[in-house]
């Protein structure tokens, strides 16, 4: 195994650190996926709801690397939530990626008000990956009371639950649902990207702890925030379109953060949230369009 590779716990093997193009607009998606495969990342992270899946096929594409070897995981918004809705979510967003199989297909948000259909849409995710048309499936900001429900009526065990993880808001007791649980914890957010923004009163790259960590190893306070994901084995996806904050994200397999420095930024946590805690259809149901 190397240094960015992470067993699923049903035996896939993916890349633990990724491409996210969250927010990226579509014009500039192909360019990132493009230059962030040319520096060595083989793992690209997207969604129906960011309306770029076709820009990262094409992105895929433009780098010259074969399909097998390209991660490829995209998320099944909540207008598509349902048995047969999902089986077709599936289709629309392999056609817009351009390809015949998905590595991580995964649902974007619990639905606490209609559980009935996100129970439904996973139902389909298992059936997806029973078809062999993806390898492995999950879930994304499932908290403990969504994944208990979960697993008390699924057949397969998710591979991922993809949540917002960064020094400021770790989310341990989830964490720890997921370790009991074999799910992989892959990090949204993972640079505390979302404290960057929206009036948060700290922002993780001004922080003195992560910023004296960054000067004792010659990196920055970004590359300190992943390497502390991956040493404690999770999956991180940050974002970005710019290929010099591309590079510099994938330079963090050369240099080791102490026990002790692992302990200074797990006691930066404040426990408090960035992204939405409620998600409705009302609130927030949009149709994806067709490929």
């Known amino acids: 195994m190397t240094a960015n590779e992470i067993t699923l716990n049903n ?3 993916m890349p633990s ?18 230059e962030a495969l040319r520096v060595g990342y083989r793992h690209i992270d997207t969604a129906a709801a960011y309306a770029n899946e076709r820009e990262v096929g094409k992105g895929i594409r433009r780098s010259g690397l074969s399909r097998e070897q390209v991660f490829i995981e995209t998320k099944v918004w909540i207008s598509d939530y349902g048995y047969e809705p999902t089986l077709h979510a599936y289709e629309k967003s392999a056609a817009k990626l351009g390809v015949d199989q998905l590595d991580l297909l995964i649902l974007h948000q619990p639905l606490p008000s209609r ?5 439904d849409a996973y139902r389909a995710l298992e059936k997806l990956l029973n078809d062999g048309r993806v390898r492995a499936i999950g879930v994304s900001n499932f908290m403990p009371e969504h994944l208990d429900r979960l697993l008390s009526e699924a057949s397969v065990v998710p591979a991922v639950n993809q949540i917002e993880v960064h020094p400021y808001f770790q989310q341990p007791a989830l964490q720890k649902l997921h370790h009991e649980h074999g799910i992989l914890t892959q990090a949204w957010s993972p640079i505390g990207g979302i404290t960057a923004y929206g009036g948060a009163a700290k922002r993780s790259f001004d922080d003195p702890t992560l910023l004296d960590i960054a000067a004792r190893h010659g990196k920055t306070a970004a590359q300190v925030m992943l390497r502390w994901h991956l040493q404690q084995g ?44 409620s998600i409705t259809l009302e609130t927030y149901g949009r149709p994806i369009p067709e490929a």
């Open 115 to 119: 559980f009935d259909l996100t129970l």
């Open 234 to 277: 999770r999956s991180a996806i940050p974002k970005s379109t710019k290929p010099a904050r591309i590079a510099e994200n994938f330079a963090v397999f050369d240099f080791e953060l102490t026990h002790e420095q692992l302990a200074a930024i797990d006691a930066l946590d404040t426990g408090v949230r960035g992204g939405p805690d």
């Open 17 to 34: 650190l990724g491409l996210g193009v969250f927010q990226s607009a579509p014009e500039e998606t192909t360019a990132a996926v493009t």
């Open 11 to 13: 035996g896939v093997t």
